[in-house]
């Protein structure tokens, strides 16, 4: 009887440290894999705050400048000072409001980052003796993602803003998005005159395919542009006839992918004539009636916003973001402007879009 108690006693001795060993062996295995996990949650964590830091100082900042002759707030007017030793300045992209941005500003601090990218670190406090980031900073279209991204461009066709290191694919990034108002905006949308009297100043990515010029009945005159998908404004202002005494005017606009030659955009009436006084728009190589997807008489001091007609139309024929979109122009006797952009909204009548930053 007493040798069965000692074979129990010694079997729960031996199961006892068994399981005292896997406990042991899990528990250190777990405290040895927690500091990483952690680690990688607090390095995260700095990126990220980091990333909001640098988007409270471009976006709510207005900079400011000083040296001993004085102050203020325009440090994108003194280049000429920026790496003078007793020039001390902070380069805040703000108007005096947070998210109302100066455009000189924006265009000012792109070029400073390219000009000396450490510099600028150095400005933002992403360098200092014990701490490294990286960044890239951009302003780009409301629309634009990190798989398709589409930078905003200025109305001679410049990127505006995309400044800092190249993105690496394989690493922690934090990334931080702030939707941001732009002033003033005819840098960014322009006006540009379309019309058929001369001097025309059409959009960057356009080009005259003919002009006819004929005094007595009214010049004529067919453009073709290179846009992307989706149009972010395309406004047209009618602003009267080119010759008063002509009656006939009228003006036809088409898009299509590409593929084939944009042939004729002349408005198409009853028994396939022009039709006097009209404003049309369709999809394909030429107007035909029943390619229209917009119609109406032609009314001086008339604007007429297309956007989302012409987005509607594109997206029913299965553009996606970033297709290229050709668009032909053709317009007879008529003083007209368009104001464009494929890149910038326009929304309550100011221009819309967002800084990205991306910091490592």
């Not at 030793?85 to 992209?93: K, M, N, R, T």
């Not at 009214?218 to 202002?237: A, H, M, S, W």
């Not at 594109?314 to 007879?332: H, P, Q, S």
Request: proline share 3%; hydrophobic share 40%; net charge neutral.
């Amino acid at each position: 009887m007493i040798l069965f108690k000692l074979m129990d006693n010694a079997k729960l001795s031996l199961d006892m440290l068994m399981g005292l060993s896997i406990f042991l062996f899990t528990f250190i295995f777990i405290a040895s894999f927690l500091p990483g996990v952690f680690a990688d949650v607090r390095n995260e964590i700095g990126l990220m705050h980091e990333a909001y830091r640098m988007g409270v100082i471009l976006a709510e900042m207005e900079g400011y400048w000083r040296d001993q002759s004085g102050n203020g707030t325009n440090w994108h007017e003194k280049s000429d000072r920026w790496y003078a030793s007793d020039f001390y300045f902070f380069p805040g992209l703000s108007k005096g409001k947070a998210d109302y941005l100066s455009y000189y500003k924006i265009r000012a601090f792109d070029n400073l980052t390219k000009q000396n990218y450490d510099f600028v670190r150095n400005l933002l406090g992403l360098k200092t003796f014990d701490r490294e980031y990286n960044f890239n900073v951009s302003l780009e279209s409301l629309d634009s993602t990190s798989y398709s991204p589409v930078l905003v461009k200025n109305r001679t066709g410049e990127v505006v803003l995309q400044a800092g290191k190249p993105i690496p694919s394989s690493a922690y990034v934090s990334r931080y998005e702030r939707f941001v108002w732009i002033d003033p905006y005819y840098d960014l949308i322009g006006t540009f005159y379309i019309g058929t009297a001369r001097p025309r100043d059409i959009p960057h990515g356009c080009s005259e395919k003919f002009v006819n010029e004929n005094k007595q009945e009214g010049n004529e005159v067919g453009i073709q542009c290179d846009l992307t998908y989706p149009i972010k404004l395309f406004r047209l202002n009618v602003l009267g006839k080119e010759h008063e005494n002509t009656r006939v005017w009228w003006l036809g606009i088409c898009f299509n992918n590409g593929e084939v030659d944009i042939q004729n955009c002349n408005p198409k009436g009853d028994g396939n004539q022009n039709k006097n006084g009209t404003l049309q728009v369709g999809f394909g190589s030429k107007l035909e009636r029943d390619n229209l997807v917009f119609e109406a008489p032609l009314v001086e001091g008339k604007s007429y916003d297309l956007t989302q007609t012409i987005n509607r139309m594109l997206k029913e024929r299965g553009f996606r973001i970033g297709d290229k979109v050709t668009m032909g122009y053709n317009a007879k006797n008529i003083n007209v402007t368009l104001d464009l952009s494929d890149s910038v909204a326009l929304i309550a009548g100011k221009a819309a879009a967002k800084i990205v930053i991306h910091v490592w």
